[in-house]
Nanobody, 123 residues
Framework: VQLQACGGGLVQAGGSLRLSCAASRRTFSTYAMGWFRQAPGNEREFVSSISSTGDSTYYAASVKGRFTISRDSAKNTLYLQMNSLKPEDTAVYYC?????????????????WGQGTEVTVSS
């Protein structure tokens, strides 16, 4: 499956952005999905994940209460609504798909990755 992430940009602290990730396959609904991010000089880290049905979601402690993951199977699209953004949220954000039904945490559990979209939060 091919993934195309978009929606990044420059925003002031306290602002909002919504990332989107379009999947190429109609079987999108059978994949668990996730968002990861990588800041300069840092390793890629987990942000959020959602099960194939959308019933289960998980968030990193650093974004819980501020970010919301969702999916629209009719549009083959994954979303990440990011509110109350902080400068430490600055990173390249990647969407990923896993061949399974759960909501996964580890990067190695994901089979397919998008190209990334850059988010910059200014103070």
């Amino acid at each position: 499956v091919q993934l195309q992430a978009c929606g990044g940009g420059l925003v002031q602290a306290g602002g909002s952005l919504r990332l989107s990730c379009a999947a190429s396959r109609r079987t999108f609904s059978t994949y668990a999905m996730g968002w990861f991010r990588q800041a300069p000089g840092n390793e890629r880290e987990f942000v959020s994940s959602i099960s194939s049905t959308g019933d289960s979601t998980y968030y990193a402690a650093s974004v819980k209460g501020r970010f919301t993951i969702s999916r629209d199977s009719a549009k083959n699209t994954l979303y990440l609504q990011m509110n109350s953004l902080k400068p430490e949220d600055t990173a390249v954000y990647y969407c990923a798909a896993a061949s399974g039904s759960g909501a996964y945490y580890y990067a190695y559990e994901y089979n397919y990755w998008g190209q990334g979209t850059e988010v910059t939060v200014s103070s």
